[in-house]
């Protein structure tokens, strides 16, 4: 019987989140079986770790196991540097899972990786649908690796000639560290400039699909910054596919169609995404936003039940976001934000406020605060009717923006709740100046 290696946590562990994981009942309970079921022995690495050196045994068991099943859930450190030793020594029979509600590093999102679920106590849910996605995948596995090997250390699939590459790609890896460098450089000139500049480079750059993946998310994300949207999604199918296919290119994709006026088709997306990785804030966040953006139109054109329906949809989506991780107030403050939109406004606004804010002043006092943080401070303070916290924070929402369509937002949202007020007569004059100085800012 073949022997089948596993890499995860021991114990109980919290997740990113805080959420506490019993990783011994995930091993006992679902991978453990899994493994039996599949005609595979499992060997769970126990804690042969002294002063952070791994043993002897370890280094065995990680390169001679035929098969290896690795949990990447709370990106435990040892468990990414015992895949990395596989990765390297191994070019197949390794499967992925994590538990959903996180997300996964960007150097490991492109890897076919199998989601399950946790109780509030954090042990496996739903069990027997995951045990047989990973029985499935474990057979399959073992039918390639003795039939038709495919690689899926992603060392093996990329690095040409590994692990006996050639002495002369030394001077071309160089060269093309060199490259990358000066072409993000001239990206971010090239943003100052407008669409036109970063059309320019893109043409420069050739062929999308040999240039690193760096590059490419960074002239991806230019297109972003300069709200050109068709040009975001045109760059899609002139990535590699492996590259298109990462959680963070699909959000963005997501968000490019949603301003294209493609809304049906950014909201398949999100969907998949969170049937196939689990709920994470970013993309509860971009799926809420289509909503609002289906609710807007559906007012403008007098549809006042198709309008409650997606105002409702989107609170919940933005809801789901805040809950699968409170330390990300964006999801938070837009769910209160439409809350307070509601006729009459959703009382449990009143509970959440509270919650968002504690969130974002912990960001805040981190020392990294990025423009959403100071953005969801003011919107906090607007709708508390604080004159003064919200001309105190406008200062450093305006100072941290990096992108028009962040003070743009802001401002139409602000404008939302002034609206809102004013039907019910609660309007306060201060709140125009605050809109007027993100518009403006957003047009520089």
């Not at 989601?115 to 496996?124: D, I, M, Q, S, V």
């Not at 250390?153 to 006996?164: A, H, R």
């Not at 043409?203 to 040999?210: A, F, S, V």
């Not at 100071?374 to 009717?385: F, S």
Request: proline share 5%; with cysteine.
């Amino acid at each position: 019987m073949d022997l089948c290696f596993v890499l995860m946590p021991f114990g109980k562990k919290p997740d990113v989140s805080g959420v506490m994981i019993d990783f011994d009942a995930v091993y006992k309970e679902l991978i453990a079986p899994a493994i039996e079921e599949a005609g595979l022995e499992s060997i769970r690495a126990d804690e042969e770790v002294t002063g952070g050196i791994i043993h002897k045994p370890m280094f065995e068991r990680l390169i001679l196991c035929e098969y290896a099943v690795a949990d990447l859930t709370s990106a435990n450190a040892n468990v990414f540097y015992e895949l990395g030793l596989r990765h390297a020594v191994r070019p197949w029979s390794t499967v992925l899972l994590f538990a959903e509600g996180g997300r996964l590093p960007f150097d490991v999102a492109p890897l076919r990786a199998i989601p399950y679920r946790l109780t509030p106590e954090g042990k496996p849910a739903d069990v027997a649908t995951t045990k047989a996605a990973l029985v499935e995948r474990l057979v399959e596995t073992h039918k390639v690796a003795h039939e038709n090997p495919t690689a899926d250390s992603p060392i093996f699939q990329l690095v040409e000639g590994f692990p006996n590459v050639s002495s002369d790609k030394t001077d071309v890896f160089r060269k093309q560290v060199q490259y990358s460098a000066e072409v993000k450089s001239r990206l971010e000139e090239a943003r100052r400039k407008g669409v036109d500049d970063i059309r320019a480079i893109e043409k420069e750059l050739g062929d999308i699909k040999d240039q690193e993946s760096g590059v490419v998310i960074d002239l991806f994300l230019s297109y972003r910054s300069v709200n050109a949207w068709d040009d975001m999604i045109a760059l899609i199918d002139k990535m590699s596919h492996p590259l298109a296919a990462t959680v963070l290119v699909q959000e963005q994709l997501a968000l490019a169609l949603n301003r294209a006026g493609q809304g049906e088709k950014a909201e398949k997306i999100l969907t998949d995404l969170i049937g196939r990785r689990g709920p994470s804030g970013e993309t509860y966040g971009i799926l809420g936003r289509v909503y609002k953006d289906r609710w807007e139109a559906a007012l403008k054109n007098g549809k006042q039940f198709l309008a409650r329906g997606f105002l409702d949809k989107a609170i919940e989506a933005y809801l789901q976001g805040f809950e699968s991780d409170w330390r990300d107030a964006y999801p938070g403050i837009n769910a209160v934000t439409l809350m307070e939109l509601k006729e009459p406004p959703d009382p449990r606004r009143e509970r959440l406020i509270p919650v968002v804010a504690y969130g974002v002043e912990r960001r805040i006092a981190s020392g990294k605060p990025d423009y959403w943080d100071y953005a969801t401070r003011l919107e906090l303070a607007v709708l508390a009717k604080d004159e003064k916290k919200a001309k105190d924070t406008l200062g450093d929402a305006l100072a941290n923006v990096r992108e028009p369509w962040e003070p743009e937002t802001t401002a139409r949202n602000l404008q939302l709740i002034r609206e809102a007020r004013e039907r019910r007569q609660e309007g306060f004059p201060w709140a125009n100046e605050i809109e007027e100085e993100l518009e403006h800012k957003a047009k520089e």
